[in-house]
């Protein structure tokens, strides 16, 4: 069975430009978690999405949004870059029975 | 508020010996998980293992297990006959039944394997 897939894997942006990551979740998982980790905060959850329904949210601008498509695929956008929003994006896929989440390989986005 | 706290920055042990990585946690909900992740230096976060708060047995996956002492909070992760390729950041995890999937995640142990 294939794992959770992200693309792009590496991403270089300037600031105040947008960029929209996208994540595969695992065939037949359909909840979709996204985070940010960076050296000075760790791991922080961004926010999950169900059944195309956004159903949690960290604390986050509102810069930074989401959403999940009919196939369980998820995308997530950053408007207006900034420095700071450097970090690794992961994605995260379960399914709704089981507690496990996997990982996808991430994100590394560049903010210049 | 969900807190995970990890006071091991770094670990060293050598190989095939065992080590044990700390990790207590705050709660005020009945109903959670504990997670124990690896994330070795590709950056991809590795499940490892799981426990409920309902659990009764300590949970165990091949190598791992998790010691979990729920009167004290801690859900430590034991990792038997050590490898050179068990070298990475480990991350305990948790999550509230009531917050669906979120993951709160502690600062993270590096453990390096010697021979």
């Known amino acids: 069975k294939a794992g959770v897939t992200q693309t792009p894997r590496y991403l270089i942006k300037t600031r105040g430009q947008q960029v929209t990551l996208s994540c595969s979740p695992i065939?037949?998982?359909?909840?979709v978690s996204w985070y940010q980790q960076t050296p000075g905060q760790g791991l922080q959850f961004l926010f999950e999405y169900f059944s195309e329904t956004q159903r949690n949210k960290g604390n986050f601008p509102g810069r930074f949004s989401g959403r999940q498509f009919s196939n369980s695929r998820s995308e997530m956008n950053v408007s207006t870059l900034e420095l700071g929003d450097s970090a690794l994006y992961l994605c995260?896929?379960?399914?709704?029975?089981?507690?496990?989440?996997?990982f996808g390989p991430g994100t590394r986005l560049t903010v210049t | 508020a969900q807190k995970i706290t990890q006071t091991q920055p770094g670990m060293f042990v050598q190989e095939k010996e065992a080590v044990t990585l700390d990790c207590t946690y705050d709660t005020s909900d009945q109903s959670y998980g504990l997670f124990w992740y690896k994330q070795p230096s590709s950056g991809e976060m590795i499940f490892l293992i799981y426990q409920g708060s309902y659990d009764e047995q300590n949970a165990t996956e091949g190598r791992y297990s998790l010691n979990f002492q729920k009167a004290r909070k801690s859900a430590n992760l034991v990792i038997s006959a050590s490898q050179l390729g068990d070298s990475a950041m480990y991350f305990c995890?948790?999550?509230?039944?009531?917050?669906?999937?979120?993951?709160?995640f502690g600062t993270g142990t590096r453990l390096l394997v010697s021979p």
């Open positions: 995260a896929s379960s399914l709704v029975t089981d507690p496990e989440q996997y």
């Open positions: 065939s037949g998982h359909r909840s």
């Open positions: 995890a948790m999550r509230e039944d009531e917050g669906f999937q979120k993951l709160v």
